[in-house]
Structures are given as C-alpha cells and as structure tokens.
C-alpha cells in the first residue's frame, strides 16, 4: 500500500531522510520509532507529498505529489502531533473539515457527510462533544476530534503523527484499540509515529526505528526492541524485559 524506494529527502542543506526504503502493506499496523530528528514527521509528510523527495513514492501504486487534492483526502487522512488551539469551530464542525475535500466546490456537506461525521465521532468516543468550541476543549479532547476529522473521510490510509502525547491512560488504549478495528474490519493501513516503545509493542505487529534518516531495524517488537539497537537508535543504555502475562515489552532507559 505505501512503497517507499531509496527515498531522500532535505530541508535545504540539511538531510532528513537518507536512501530510506520500506513496504506497508495494505490493512497493516505500523509502528514508526526513534529519537528526535531522525526524519519520522519527514517521513510522513514525504507519503502525503508535502515534501519532495527523490527516490520512489507510491500509495496504493500512485505518486501521492501528483494526485489532485481531492483525490489524495480520499486516499490518505493525517493526524498531526500538534494541532493550533485557536480555530473557531465547534467539535463537530471541525470534524466536517474532514468531509470539505470530498465535495464539489460551493457545495453544501449532504446527509451521507453528515452520518460519515457522526460515524466518526461516536467512533473516537467524541459525539457528545460535538456543540464544543473546539479552542476550549483539553489537549487529549483535541486529538480525539483531530481523529475524528481524519476518519469522517473514511480513508483507506491514516497517518498519525504521535497522537496519544496529551491523551491519558484510558484514551490511549481506546485509541490503539480503534486502530486495530479500522484495520481489522476495515481494511484501513495505519502507519504511526510513536514515542512510547511499550505502547507500540502492545499494540503494534510491527516496528520500523529510524535512524539517521534511515531504517535500522524493521520486524517485530521482539526482533526491534532490543538493547543492543535501542542504543545504537537513542544513544543511551537501554533495558528491556518482558511485562508478565503479556506480550508486550518494557523499554526503559538506564541512568
């Protein structure tokens, strides 16, 4: 679904991506890891062709930098880490934003556009607070809503670019929860970017860690979660043991 060849890409004399290549398959659930700077947010911005890179780009075998605007909100919907605190909307207004791509210029949002938004709140556990000036909502309700938006597209990608930072622990496993759906029975492909190393091996079949602009390692919690490549990816002594009764893996760093 997202084919990425000897891709590279600057902001002007400073590399961000270096030769990186790697396949997301359709209906996958990626993980995307590493230290800060190493080209995940580049990554992503690559994928949807706001960045030019050079190298091989395709979603779903299309070069996302030539697709018409329209075309490409149909495709793939983004989750940005940060979103600005003074739009005036309310929440479920905000989540239209996310049908405005789909319909004929000047045109009203129709009774399907109004059920994809409501579909898409209930989804993300946000219909209630659809009357809600969105800058008066917390952090975590933001990102809820920004979810929200991206889904109401009904995409057959969504990128999130580290969306559980201002979420607390009850949304964060709701939110890793929803995406296992949308894959599951949706068939839609997820690639992540993630700071949590646990989370991502709780819930992440795969993790891709980048480093230096490239992939280092790419595989399994198991096979990417190791101390050896942690160090070598953050640069610092790493532990990792197994959470009992679980699969998952708990990575902390060591003073």
Known sequence: MIL???????????????NLS????????????????????SLLRVITGQLTAAGTVRVDGQDPARLPPRKRARLMAVVPQEIPNDIPFSAGDFVMLGRTALLPRFSAPT????RAAEEAMRLTDT??????????MSGGEQQRIAL???LSSRPEVILLDEPTSHLDLRHRIDLMRLLDR?????GITVLMVVHDLTLASQ??????????????SDGTPADVLRPDILQTAYGCPVS????????????LPRA
Request: hydrophobic share 45%.
């Open 4 to 18: 990425l060849d000897k891709v590279s890409a600057a902001y002007g004399s400073r590399t961000v991506l270096d």
């Open 240 to 251: 990792v043991f197994p959470l009992s009764g679980t699969p998952a893996i708990c990575v």
């Open 203 to 216: 819930f992440f079949p795969r993790i891709a860690l980048l480093h230096q602009g490239r992939v280092l």
């Open 182 to 186: 949308l894959c599951q029975e949706r």
């Open 22 to 41: 790697m396949h997301v398959r359709r209906s996958e659930r990626v993980a995307l890891a590493g230290a800060n700077g190493v080209g995940k947010s």
């Open 111 to 114: 009774a399907a556009d109004l």
């Open 127 to 136: 219909w209630d607070l659809r009357q809600r000036p969105f800058p008066e």
């Open 148 to 150: 929200a938006m991206a």
